[in-house]
C-alpha cells in the first residue's frame, strides 16, 4: 500500500506561482508512475502532469510551458512548479500513483493505483 498526502495549495493572482508537493509513503519502491490530476466542481478530473519512472514529463497542452512536473525519488517526493498561473487553473490538485506506466494513456484514471486527498489551488483575476 502507498499513502500520497499532498501540499502547497493556496490562493493566488492570476500570473502569481505556486508549488504543489506530494509525499508518498509506505511502499513507495513500488511506484512507476506519479501524476497530478485536478478537478472543479461539476467535471471529471483531468490530467495535468504526469513523470514515469526514467523522469520524463508529460503535460497536457493547457499547461506546457507553465507548470512543471518533477520527481525526488529519495525523498519519495513529487512535486508541480506552477507559473503563470491563470483563473481556469483553479482546482482541487489530487497526486496520483501508479504501479504501472503508459506515456500514452498518462492522463487516464484508471492506471492510478493511489490518490491523495487533494490540494485547493485558486487563482484570483
Known amino acids: 500500500q502507498v499513502q500520497l498526502v499532498e501540499s502547497g495549495g493556496g490562493s493566488v493572482q492570476a500570473g502569481g506561482s505556486l508549488k504543489l508537493s506530494c509525499a508518498a509513503s509506505?511502499?513507495?519502491?513500488?511506484?512507476?508512475?506519479m501524476a497530478w490530476f485536478r478537478q472543479t466542481p461539476g467535471t471529471g478530473p483531468e490530467g495535468v502532469a504526469a513523470?514515469?519512472?526514467?523522469?520524463?514529463?508529460m503535460y497536457a497542452n493547457s499547461v506546457k510551458g507553465r507548470f512543471t512536473i518533477s520527481r525526488e525519488n529519495a525523498k519519495n517526493t513529487l512535486n508541480l512548479q506552477m507559473n503563470s498561473l491563470k483563473p481556469e487553473d483553479t482546482a482541487m490538485y489530487y497526486c496520483?500513483?501508479?504501479?504501472?506506466?503508459?506515456?500514452?494513456?498518462?492522463?487516464?484514471?484508471?492506471?492510478?493505483?493511489?490518490w491523495g486527498q487533494g490540494t485547493q489551488v485558486t487563482v484570483s483575476s
Open positions: 513523470i514515469n519512472s526514467l523522469g520524463t514529463p
Open positions: 509506505g511502499d513507495p519502491g513500488s511506484i512507476r508512475c
Open positions: 496520483a500513483a501508479s504501479t504501472y506506466c503508459s506515456d500514452t494513456y498518462w492522463d487516464r484514471l484508471g492506471w492510478y493505483n493511489y
